[in-house]
C-alpha cells in the first residue's frame, strides 16, 4: 500500500471530479440558452 | 521437416493461454455477438501475434507495428477518426430537450477518479494510475488516448480492459444498479416532454460545446472536436450519405484496424502478468463505481427536486453508447411494463459521452500539470 502516492491522488481526484461538474454547468447553461435563442 | 520442429518448439505454454483468450473473443464475437466489429479482430489477432513465426518478428509484425505507430501512438489517428463516426451515430436531441440530463453524465465518471486513487494506493505512479483510471471513461477511444499521451507502459492491458467491459456492460451493469436502488425507486415513472429543438440548434450544438470544451479544458479538445464534427456532419443536413458512410463503414473498417492493432500488443510476454489481471480488476472497479456515482447523484437530487426522478437514469451516464441506455430501459421495463425510460437513459448517456472526454482531458491536464510532462 502507497499512501504517498494516494495522497499525490487525492488532489486530481477532487479537482478532476469538481472540474467536470463545472464544464458541465457551463454547457448546461450554455445549451439552454442557445435553446432559448434559437425557439421557432 | 527442421523447420516444422523447430516452430513447434517455439511454442510455449504462455502462447497457448493467449491463444485460448483469442478464442474466447472470437466465440464472444460470434456466438454471443458481443461487439463483433473490435471482438473478433482482437481474438484472431491474440492468436496471430502469439504465433511462433511472429517471435521470429517476420511480417506481421511489422504489419502491426507500422499499424500502431500511425494509428495509436503517433497521432492517435484511430481514436479521433473513430470518434468522428461516433458523433455521426449521436442523436444529440434527448439531451437538447433536457440539459439537466448532463448532471447523471458528470456524476457517472465518478469511477475514474475512485480508481485513480485506489490504483495509486496500489502502487502505480500517477502516469499509469490515470491511464489505468480512465478506463472508467467505458470509452475505447478516450482510454487509448489518454493512456499514449500520458506513456503509460499498460497500453494493451488498458485497452483491452476498456474494451472487454463496454461489450460487457449488460453482464456488469444490472446487479450493480439493483444493489443501489429499492424496487419502488426502480418503478419511478418519468414524463417525457418531447419538446421540438430547432435545426439551428442542432447545428450550433456541436460547436458551441467544442468552443467551450476547447477553451475550459483544451487537452479534451482532440477528442470532443472530432466527436462534434462527426455530429455536425450528422446534422448539418447537407451530408447525409457521408453521415452514413462515417457511422457505418467508417467507424467499423477503423475498429477492425483497431482492433487488430489492439491485439498487437496482447504478446504472451507483455500480457500475461499480474499487473494485466489487477489493471483488469481495477477498470471493473472503475465500472461499478461510475454506476454507483449516477445512480447516488440521481438519488440526491431526488431528496432536492420535487419531479422524481428514476435513479436508474443516472446509471447510463456511463459513456459506453448505447448499451447503457438499452440495459436501463430494460431494467424499467422488467419493474413495470408500461415503465418507458429509454428517451431519459439516452439523453443520460449521450451526456455520459461528452463527460467522459471532458474527464479525460480533464485528467490529462491535471496528471500533467503534477509530473509537469
Not at chain 2, 47 to 76: C, K
Not at chain 2, 79 to 107: C, E, R, S, W, Y
Not at chain 2, 223 to 248: D, Y
Request: glycine content about 10%; overall charge neutral.
Amino acid at each position: 500500500m502507497r499512501v504517498d502516492l494516494l495522497m499525490e491522488a487525492l488532489p486530481i481526484m477532487g479537482t478532476g471530479y469538481l472540474g467536470i461538474f463545472i464544464v458541465t454547468g457551463v454547457i448546461i447553461g450554455i445549451i439552454t440558452l442557445l435553446t432559448k435563442l434559437t425557439k421557432r | 521437416m527442421e523447420v516444422l520442429i523447430q516452430n513447434v518448439s517455439y511454442i510455449t505454454w504462455q502462447m497457448l493461454v493467449m491463444w485460448g483468450i483469442g478464442g474466447v473473443l472470437i466465440y464472444l464475437a460470434i456466438v454471443k455477438q458481443m461487439e463483433p466489429t473490435l471482438l473478433l479482430p482482437m481474438g484472431f489477432g491474440a492468436i496471430l501475434v502469439n504465433l511462433p513465426v511472429a517471435v521470429e518478428g517476420t511480417g506481421v509484425q511489422h504489419v502491426l507495428d507500422a499499424l500502431f505507430s500511425i494509428g495509436i501512438d503517433g497521432a492517435e489517428l484511430f481514436p479521433l477518426m473513430l470518434f468522428v463516426g461516433i458523433g455521426a451515430m449521436i442523436d444529440f436531441q434527448p439531451l437538447l430537450t433536457n440539459p439537466k440530463l448532463m448532471i447523471f453524465g458528470a456524476a457517472a465518471q465518478f469511477g475514474i477518479f475512485f480508481t485513480l486513487a485506489l490504483a495509486s494506493l496500489l502502487g502505480y505512479d500517477l502516469r499509469d494510475a490515470a491511464s489505468i483510471s480512465i478506463i472508467g471513461a467505458a470509452d475505447g477511444p478516450t482510454s487509448i488516448f489518454v493512456a499514449t499521451e500520458l506513456g503509460s507502459k499498460y497500453l494493451g492491458a488498458i485497452m483491452v480492459a476498456a474494451y472487454s467491459y463496454m461489450a460487457l456492460v449488460p453482464l456488469i451493469q444490472p446487479p450493480i444498479i439493483k444493489l443501489c436502488t429499492t424496487k419502488a425507486e426502480r418503478k419511478i415513472k418519468m414524463q417525457y416532454k418531447g419538446k421540438p429543438v430547432s435545426k439551428t440548434t442542432k447545428i450550433l450544438f456541436p460547436i458551441v460545446v467544442t468552443v467551450i470544451v476547447g477553451i475550459v479544458a483544451p487537452d479534451a479538445v482532440a477528442l470532443i472536436g472530432f466527436l462534434m464534427f462527426g455530429n455536425l456532419i450528422r446534422e448539418c443536413g447537407v451530408m447525409q450519405s457521408i453521415s452514413e458512410t462515417a457511422q457505418n463503414a467508417l467507424a467499423n473498417l477503423i475498429t477492425i484496424f483497431l482492433g487488430i492493432t489492439i491485439a498487437s500488443r496482447m504478446k504472451a510476454a507483455d500480457f500475461l502478468q499480474v499487473d494485466t489481471l489487477i489493471i483488469i480488476g481495477l477498470g471493473l472497479v472503475a465500472f461499478v463505481f461510475d454506476t454507483f456515482g449516477g445512480i447516488m447523484v440521481a438519488k440526491l437530487m431526488n431528496l432536492l427536486t420535487k419531479e422524481k426522478i428514476n435513479p436508474m437514469i443516472g446509471a447510463a451516464g456511463i459513456s459506453a453508447f448505447p448499451m447503457s441506455a438499452r440495459v436501463v430501459h430494460k431494467l424499467g421495463l422488467e419493474e413495470d411494463n408500461q415503465n418507458f425510460l429509454l428517451m431519459h437513459s439516452v439523453g443520460v448517456n449521450v451526456s455520459g459521452q461528452i463527460a467522459s472526454v471532458i474527464a479525460g482531458g480533464l485528467i490529462l491536464a491535471l496528471v500533467k500539470a503534477e509530473i509537469g510532462g
